[in-house]
Each structure stands twice: as structure tokens, then as C-alpha cells.
């Protein structure tokens, strides 16, 4: 009787008999190479054959069938491996590889594969609901935080780029903040007028908020009492402070932003023609033809359009205003008195002060018709013109068309005048792409436009993290070879199920170089006198000549980061970003930026105790509308700096490297700030250093394989050790199957 069972889409498929072989199949499971740290590992089985019989090949959307099949041979389907009513295999994800002679060759994937499957697109396709990743575009996890509340101005669950938002943003942990961060126009020389033009600022996204969204996009969650990142605190003091500081060349909304109507675009069409004259006396004696606008009555000839003769801003909004039209001009050919028609946009502020752009002038020449002599008047017909200007406007900006006339003649009855011909156009397109003052934002713009993935594997490459998926249950975990060492005391005795066949000791592990590099993206739009090349670098030296003789130094990992650097603000410091030459322009760097968060009291370091205040607004300093005063806590955040407050156990910087601090230590030393590197991998250095990766062979049952747990170290007492398993290979029931172990 068969005791094992494969179960594709719900439905227990037929094996090949036995005179045929049988179907064999074998699990390699493997969470984390110590070969190839930069890699995220699936379990998986060797390819085996499936019968096409009847049942099989509906299952499989008839494979063999060139006429008939379905999409199913390229779909990935639903699996489960039962052995001894054990499921070895839940959740698992069945692929057809080919078909021939009759049998379908297969293999099984578990593991991390279904949560790493669905982590496919980049990071700004979460704000697009075309996305095919997945369907994570249509879930929005962002948007919890992007939708304005626009009756509650000060409602913080929701990023919007004003003062009030800022300003009250400063003492939050997760989601959103506008921290303090240098984008130019902060003075950065004492004593520190604490002004704050939010213009001049951008927003960071708490990193542990954007992982636990993507974690949240693929349907799985994370497992936080069993994460050592939430609940150990050489990484707990640290990851929950972390903030991924914007930093792209442009503000930008999100696509289904970008795409969605905004019902501000509008095109009014005029209905009828319109006859534009006035009486000479309107110009006055004094006309001055070098100033035509100024001298123009505010709002005499309007051309009307439909119902409206103006657009009127309801909300702050860029848009591209586009006249289309045909001009009928009569007046006065050449002299001293030619006529000149101008249709320009005017712009009316709330004030009721105006301004006058993008004009277009029309002149009588040679080529027009002459209908008098005495005076000399002629006519011309100006076909398909077209005048077009981009705009910024503020709420209850209104803007017009109009046409002014230099002269009327002596007879403006039947010597000059303009018909503004019926059928023109005047069309308001909004540029929905670029964030203006006082619009939401979409928060998945704060972070780098990157692969999900990859921003992933950087958080797990900074400390050092493991991660497992249990799709059984539809979680995450990230563990660390810290935690895996903290195991030791519940490690597993595997000794009575080792068989004595062959034993192989390796004194290398994987493709290493003498010198492994760990380091972060340069910037190069920061001058290396404030950001010297590789200050924030590190690496990884394993004493063992003969590694990749030919290649001595290799990059192990890169941050999709930069450093960031410090100039003096109140407290001590603050992030710069843009370019310190650069004193009064906002500019961004080159590269994505992670920063750890600072709250700043300045309840209480004024003189004689008193609160500093520091006053959010929206325009520079004496220019002002729009105030909030803020003299409790700042965020002040830093990538390094001397002073970084103590965050022990956990690194209290994010270079690879430790740089010096301020302060002397108890033994009469300077003070050393830990990197990332002496936090987060003196168990992984210690393993390259002193390799011993040992094969040997093992009975392992069903139960072993269905419990395995790869943050528990196991004992073999036959080597008297303790070990790390980083490979069982090709696992099946009854026979013995090799495992690769890393000595700790």
C-alpha cells in the first residue's frame, strides 16, 4: 500500500507503478547558504516523473496535448507531500518542467518560495493596481498611510506636505515623519534661529513600517515574538529607529495617482464669435506702448469661454494652460498708429493683484486685405494660433484669456476691432506627477525605487538576519546566527541517526576572498573633503591563503545606500544630504539614505533651563503665513556622528566599521562607536576564520523533516560538536541522505 502522497491542486495524483520504478521523490531543504550569504534559498525536490494518466492530465491542463491544454503548465500549482500521513511538504508550489513518453517531469518547491515568489516587482509598483506582481498592486498596503482626511488637517495617520503635518510628526515611531534633515536652507553656523521652512524638507518612511508592508503585500505577516530583530535588543534598540530618508531627484505621487483623474483638468470651448473694440478714451493720452499690460484696464475684453470665463484653482495644482483659436484682426495698416493685437493669460490673485503671461501679438502687414485708403485700414484672418504656458497655482488663483488692442483708430465702430472666432479652445491640463504644498503623498515615493527584493536582502545583509517562511501558517521570522549560537543550550542530539559511511571535512566554505568587502554606495554629489570614499566600509578578512588566489578582495555586500554626514545644528548635529557648498539651494544626493532616528528634548536646553523653540512654516524666515511651534522633542536623525547616543547592545552607528566617539571610556581609551559589522557578524567572521564544514550522512524520518528548524544547532556525539545545518540533501523516507554541517 502506497504510504505516500502528493496532492496537486487539491487533487492526490497517480505514481508511476512499481514495474515502471516507481516515483521517487527527494527534498533538498537548505534556508541559508553559508556558501552564498547574498542569496535567499528555497527547499525544493529533484525533478520526478508523474504517469499522464487520465486523472494526471487534467490536473496538470494536459500537458501533452498541443490542441487542448490550458494554462495550467504555466501556472504554478498548489502542492503537498505526505509521507506516513506526515506532511513533508505543506504548502508547496508544483512546477511542470517537460512531457515526454508519455510521463511529465516535476519538482516541488517550498519554503521561502511562495513568500519570495510574490515579492516579484519594485518597490513603486505597490502604488500601481495594474501591477501584475501578485495583485499587491490592488491591495495598496501604503495607502494607510497616503490617503488625506482633508476635513482633519492634523490627522498623522495620513502623509501631507504641509507645516502642520512636520511640524507634528516629530515624535513618531512608525509610518511616516518629517524629521529635521538638511536639504539646504538650514543654517548650519550658530547661534540657531530653530526655523524650519517645511518647503525645504522631505519625509522619511520607518524601515521596520515598510518591510512589515511588503512582509503584509504577499498575504504573510510577521512572526514578531520569535523575530530576534523585535525582541533581542542588540538589534531591537536599533531596527525599530531606523528611517529610510528621501532622497530622489523629484517629488513624485504615486502611479495610481499620476493616472487617476483629478477633476481639475477641464477644456472650455467658446460657443460664438466675439467682438472686441472700445472707445478711444479708454487708452488715455498718456498710452505707453513699452508698458501695454500695466496700462491695460484690469479686465477690460475677457474672452469668455462657455459658461466661465476664467479657471479658478480650488486646490494647489501644476498644470499646462493650452489656447487654441482663430483671430479676425481689422485696424490700421503701418504709420505711426499700426494696430497691434496681444492675447496673453492674466492671472488674478485672491489679492485681486494681476499678472499677465505668455502674450502673443498680432500685427497688419503686407499680406493682409486693404478695405480703405484714407485712413489705411485693412483686415487679416489669423488661422489655427496657439498659445500655451505651464502654471503653478494656489488655491483661489484664478486665470483669464484676454486681448488688448494698442489702437482703435478714430472710428473704433468701423475702423478696428477683433472677432475672437467661435470653436476656440481653451484647455487646463494638471500635471499630476510632481507633489505639490499641501497634496497627499504616496508614501511608497519615500523609498528608493528598487526591487522589493533587493530591498529586502539589504535589511537582512545589515544584521546579519536569517529569514523563514512557514507557509503553513503564513509567517515570517528573521533570525541570526547570534540567535543560533543562543540556541545552543536546546540543541538537538541527531547522533543516534548518523550512519557511518563516509565522513568529509572541508576547511573552506563557498566562494570567499581573502578580503570580503562590506560597503555602502558613495555619493558623488558630495565633495570627498566632507565624505572621504569608504569611510563607512569595512570587511571581513579570513587568514587563509590559499582563497581565490587569482582574486584576493571581492565585495561580499553593498548597501543600496550611502553614508550620510553632519553639520552642526541645535543639540550638536543633524543629517545633511545636499551638498554643504551649496548653502541656500535645496538639492538632494545621489543615492537612497538610511538614517537613525534621534528624539531631541528641547523642552529644557534654552538658558536657565527654558525650552528651545523651534518654529515649523511655510516660507523662509519674515515671510511666514503658516506657524507651529514645536519645543518639546525634534527628530534629528544621523547616519554617524561622535555623539550618537547609546544604543547598546545594538550599534549605535551604521557604518560597517567602528568609528571613534566622543569621550574617554573608564579604562582612559577614546570612546569606539560599534559598527555593523563587529554587532552583527563576529559569529559569521569566526565561522570563515576557523571553517570546518563537515558532510556526513543521516537517517532522518518524516517527523524530522516536517520539524526541522534551522535556528536549532544540532550534537553529533561521534565528532563531539556542535553544529549548524546548512544543507540537508536530497531527503527521501527509508534511506540515508547527506547533510552538510558548519561547525559553531
Same mark, same amino acid.
Given at each position: ?367 493682409? *486685405? ?212 551649496? *548653502? ?71 557604518? !560597517? ?73 536530497? !531527503? ?13
Amino acid at each position: 500500500m502506497e504510504n505516500k502522497q502528493l496532492i496537486i491542486n487539491d487533487v492526490s495524483v497517480d505514481f508511476l507503478s512499481e514495474e515502471d520504478g516507481g516515483t521517487n521523490i527527494s527534498l533538498t531543504l537548505q534556508v541559508n547558504d553559508l556558501g552564498d550569504p547574498q542569496s535567499l534559498q528555497n527547499n525544493y525536490t529533484k525533478s520526478f516523473q508523474l504517469p499522464l494518466t487520465q486523472k494526471n492530465r487534467a490536473v496538470l491542463g494536459f500537458p501533452d496535448d498541443i490542441a487542448i491544454t490550458n494554462n495550467l503548465p504555466y501556472t504554478q500549482l498548489s502542492a503537498t507531500f505526505i509521507e506516513d500521513g506526515i506532511e513533508v511538504i505543506s504548502n508547496g508550489i508544483a512546477e511542470i518542467i517537460d512531457v515526454q513518453n508519455n510521463v511529465a517531469d516535476i519538482t516541488v518547491l517550498s519554503g521561502n518560495c511562495d513568500f519570495l515568489d510574490k515579492l516579484g516587482g519594485q518597490i513603486y509598483d505597490m502604488g500601481d493596481s495594474t501591477s501584475q506582481w501578485s495583485g499587491f498592486g490592488t491591495k495598496k498596503v501604503f495607502d494607510q498611510y497616503s490617503m488625506p482626511f482633508p476635513n482633519d488637517p492634523n490627522n498623522l495617520a495620513n502623509c501631507i506636505f504641509d507645516v502642520p503635518h512636520a511640524a507634528l510628526s516629530q515624535k513618531k515611531t512608525d509610518g511616516w515623519i518629517w524629521p529635521i534633515v538638511n536639504y539646504g536652507g538650514i543654517s548650519t553656523i550658530p547661534p540657531f534661529t530653530g526655523h524650519i521652512n517645511v518647503r525645504n524638507l522631505r519625509p522619511g518612511f520607518f524601515l521596520h513600517t515598510a518591510i512589515g508592508l511588503l512582509v503584509q503585500s504577499t498575504g504573510y505577516s510577521i512572526d514578531k515574538q520569535k523575530s530576534c530583530i523585535y525582541n533581542d535588543p542588540h538589534y531591537a534598540n536599533l531596527y525599530p529607529k531606523l528611517i529610510v530618508q528621501f532622497d530622489n531627484s523629484d517629488f513624485e505621487h504615486g502611479t495610481d495617482f499620476q493616472n487617476t483623474p483629478d477633476n481639475l483638468s477641464a477644456t472650455y470651448t467658446k460657443g460664438s464669435d466675439q467682438v472686441i473694440s472700445r472707445s478711444r478714451a479708454d487708452i488715455g493720452a498718456a498710452w505707453d506702448t513699452t508698458n501695454i499690460y500695466q496700462n491695460d484696464a484690469p479686465f477690460s475684453n475677457v474672452i469668455a469661454f462657455g459658461p466661465s470665463d476664467h479657471f479658478i484653482a480650488t486646490t494647489n495644482v501644476d498644470f499646462t494652460a493650452t489656447l487654441q483659436f482663430d483671430l479676425f484682426v481689422r485696424g490700421r495698416l503701418g504709420g505711426s498708429q499700426a494696430t497691434e493685437v496681444i492675447i496673453k493669460f492674466t492671472l488674478q490673485d485672491p489679492d485681486n493683484t494681476v499678472t499677465d503671461f505668455a502674450a502673443i501679438s498680432f500685427f497688419l502687414d503686407q499680406n493682409s *486685405t486693404v478695405t480703405s485708403h484714407n485712413p489705411l485700414i485693412s483686415q487679416e484672418t489669423f488661422l489655427s494660433q496657439k498659445l500655451s504656458q505651464d502654471f503653478s497655482l494656489v488655491t483661489g488663483q484664478k486665470l483669464y484669456v484676454r486681448c488688448h488692442i494698442n489702437n482703435i483708430g478714430q472710428n473704433p465702430s468701423t475702423d478696428t476691432y477683433v472677432i475672437f472666432k467661435k470653436g476656440a479652445s481653451f484647455d487646463i491640463l494638471t500635471n499630476e506627477k510632481l507633489v505639490l504644498w499641501e497634496q497627499p503623498i504616496q508614501c511608497e515615493r519615500i523609498l528608493p525605487d528598487v526591487a522589493q527584493i533587493d530591498f529586502l536582502k539589504d535589511t537582512l545583509q545589515r544584521f546579519g538576519l536569517i529569514l523563514i517562511s512557514d507557509p503553513n501558517a503564513g509567517t515570517i521570522i528573521f533570525t541570526s546566527f547570534k540567535a543560533i549560537v543562543a540556541n545552543l543550550p536546546n540543541k538537538i542530539d541527531w547522533s543516534e541517526k548518523c550512519v557511518d559511511i563516509g565522513k568529509q571535512v572541508s576547511y573552506q566554505l563557498g566562494n570567499y576572498s581573502q578580503v570580503n568587502k562590506l560597503k555602502y554606495q558613495q555619493d558623488t554629489a558630495i565633495p570627498l573633503n566632507y565624505m572621504p570614499k569608504f569611510f563607512a566600509d569595512d570587511q571581513i578578512n579570513i587568514n587563509d591563503k590559499t582563497l581565490n588566489p587569482t582574486q584576493p578582495e571581492q565585495d561580499l555586500f553593498t548597501s543600496i545606500f550611502g553614508p550620510t554626514i553632519n553639520r552642526p545644528y541645535i543639540g550638536g548635529t543633524l543629517a545633511q544630504i545636499s551638498d554643504p557648498t551649496v *548653502t541656500d539651494e535645496f538639492s538632494v544626493g545621489s543615492q537612497p539614505r538610511l538614517l537613525i532616528d534621534e528624539k531631541l528634548n528641547i523642552s529644557n536646553m534654552g538658558p536657565n533651563g527654558q525650552p528651545i523653540t523651534v518654529i515649523f512654516s511655510d516660507a523662509d524666515l519674515g515671510f511666514e503665513t503658516v506657524t507651529v511651534p514645536i519645543n518639546d522633542v525634534i527628530s534629528v536623525p544621523f547616519f554617524y556622528k561622535p555623539d550618537a547616543p547609546d544604543l547598546s547592545p545594538a550599534a549605535s552607528q551604521l557604518a !560597517w566599521k567602528d568609528l571613534p566617539g566622543n569621550g574617554i571610556t573608564f579604562s582612559g581609551h577614546q570612546r569606539i562607536l560599534p559598527g555593523l559589522k563587529s554587532k552583527y557578524y563576529s559569529e559569521f567572521e569566526n565561522i570563515l576564520n576557523q571553517t570546518k564544514k563537515v558532510t556526513r550522512y543521516f537517517y532522518l524520518t518524516p517527523l524530522d523533516i516536517a520539524e526541522f528548524d534551522p535556528t536549532i544547532p544540532v550534537y553529533i556525539r561521534q565528532d563531539g560538536a556542535d553544529y549548524y545545518v546548512s544543507k540537508i540533501d536530497s !531527503w527521501e523516507k527509508g534511506k540515508p541522505c547527506k547533510v552538510d554541517l558548519v561547525r559553531l
